[in-house]
């Protein structure tokens, strides 16, 4: 086999490899239209879901704070009550 044999041979490899990448590239192509894509929607839709229904750091930081002077009232009324019950 003389060198442009050997040239023919490898650029005819060549061409057969080219091709069969190109096949797949296309395959690759194809699941991640009909795949991946979808399920990325998927996800960012459960993301958006969770974002809209957390509560805002700001208004849970708001809420702790009324609970907290609520339960402060609360002891203090309850103390006041227990006081008032001896004095009867």
Not at 2 to 20: A, D, G
Not at 36 to 61: F, I, M, S, Y
């Amino acid at each position: 086999m003389n060198n442009e044999e050997k040239i023919l041979r490898l650029l005819e490899e060549m061409k057969t490899e080219q091709t069969e990448m190109r096949d797949l590239l296309q395959k690759v192509a194809v699941t991640q239209e009909a795949v991946v894509l979808p399920r990325l929607d998927l996800l960012a839709e459960g993301h958006q879901n969770l974002l809209d229904t957390l509560a805002q750091k700001d208004r849970v930081e708001a809420l702790e704070e009324e609970v907290d002077t609520l339960k402060t009232v609360v002891r203090l009324l309850t103390h006041d009550v227990a006081e008032l019950k001896k004095a009867q």
